[in-house]
């Protein structure tokens, strides 16, 4: 199976941007969805973005919708999270994810995750 691996998290000010990258590696991904997961302290872990690998459909809940931006890149086997005009909230470990069954994207339909990527955002 694929393993997914984050990076491009850090520490950026309230209104700042930050790009995630998230690279497969091993056998190729074959999962119908991809997406990008949250998670703060004491709080559930929430999806804030899902995508359809062939066609590129995506979703976005009330939080991050208008701020965040999911894409991929099939032949580079890549998922990608633009953030902008970020927020204390949004201060999280950030995980990329793939899995199949569930649309939008639920925590209980994901098959892979990546390791996780901290995101602080400074008031």
């Known amino acids: 199976q694929v393993q997914l691996v984050e990076s491009g998290g850090g520490l950026v000010q309230v209104g700042g941007s930050l790009r995630l990258s998230c690279i497969g590696s091993g056998d190729t991904i074959r999962t119908v969805h991809m997406g990008w997961f949250r998670q703060a302290p004491g709080k559930d872990r929430e999806m804030i973005a899902s995508i359809t690998w062939t066609s590129g459909n995506t979703f976005y809940p009330d939080s991050v919708k208008g701020r965040f931006t999911i894409s991929r890149d099939n032949a580079k086997n890549a998922l990608y999270l633009q953030m902008n005009s970020l927020k204390p909230e949004d201060t999280a470990v950030y995980y990329c994810?793939?899995?199949?069954?569930?649309?939008?994207?639920?925590?209980?339909?994901?098959?892979?995750w990546g390791q996780g990527t901290q995101v602080t955002v400074s008031a």
């Open positions: 994810a793939a899995g199949q069954g569930s649309w939008p994207m639920r925590t209980t339909s994901v098959r892979i």
